[in-house]
């Protein structure tokens, strides 16, 4: 009988210890920007880290280069949990928190300084908006500055205004800003933008300078603006089921693994940007350097427009913050 009572003991821990097993959590990100980038990088490093904090538990699997489909789909899966994380620039995150597209308002924010001042004072309440329609929003980054690309120079907005400018349906919100400054807009499917050029159909975008660089559209559109239109942001957005899961002793440490990488991440994305513009400049890219009185051209164009955008577009408690902010900020500065 005993020999029974031991063979039977036995028997029960294997068949009980699958429960005991180790929970594996695995969480699919998706990610437009292609891997081979900082981003890229960023989050491969991520995953590995992850992995050695959580002891394996937590499996960060990140499906780069957009294959997880526009950020229309990307946010529609977080919804519905296909995926539990993803990357999404400002157009992705408008669709969550609507006040996030006021960051992105053509010439409000005009360089890194500015918006460094800007993401400090407002992120915090950003992400309490985000959080509350069912998301954790756990970093930010830039992702650089959109800029204007055309065949002909473009100094001031009479410039752009005599060009077919290019957009994609994707960026709704910024083709009705640019289509209330007056400018003449033709739609364009996002993978079409070369055949556009070549055609006349379009004969300017405005993209950032990493994209046009990574896609050769300035073997076509050879000029860009010097001014910065807008940033381009983005953000790595948990749905809230997603993070629940994963147990609380980890998060603090995979929170710092964040944070630990995002000051690096954002100096990466800086010199590839600057880089990026130069590799250009080798292979032909002209930069229209404008001066100040130009510039003040661009800022006074889309002064005209925003009493239109104002509430609609925009939010009108966010951009009224964000203008007091930059004014005093530039005031000082004088």
Known sequence: MKTIRITLAVCLIFLVSPLFAQRK?????????PENTPWGHFFNQL???????????????????????????????????????????????????PEIMTLSCPFLIRNDDELDLVLAGLTGELEE??????????????VGWVKFFSKSPVFVPADL?????????????????FKAMGFQMVPVERNDILIALSSGMAEAVFQSPVAVGSTQ??????????????????GLIFNQRAWRSIPDKYKPQMIDAVRKNEAKLDRDIRKLEDDMIKTMGNYGLKVNQLNPQQEQL????????????????????????????????RNERR
């Open 129 to 142: 908006k985000i959080n509350g329609k069912g998301y954790f929003t756990l970093a930010w980054a830039r």
């Open 217 to 234: 559209v300035f073997g076509l559109a050879k000029n860009m603006a010097s001014i910065n239109v807008a940033p381009f942001l983005g």
């Open 47 to 97: 995953a590995d880290d992850w992995k050695k904090i959580t002891g394996g538990e937590v499996d960060l699997i990140v499906y780069h280069n957009g294959v997880a489909g526009s950020e229309s789909d990307v946010v529609r899966s977080l919804k519905l949990n296909q995926i539990q994380a993803a990357v999404l620039s400002t157009l992705g995150l408008y669709e969550i928190s």
């Open 161 to 177: 205004k005599k060009q077919k400018l290019g957009t994609n349906a994707d960026q709704a919100e910024l083709n009705h800003v």
């Open 25 to 33: 959590i695995t969480i699919k990100m998706a990610s437009p920007i």
């Open 298 to 329: 661009w800022y006074d164009e889309i002064g005209r427009a925003m009493p239109s955008l104002i509430g609609t577009i925009f939010d009108r408690n966010i951009y009224g913050r964000v203008e007091t902010m930059l004014q005093n900020y």
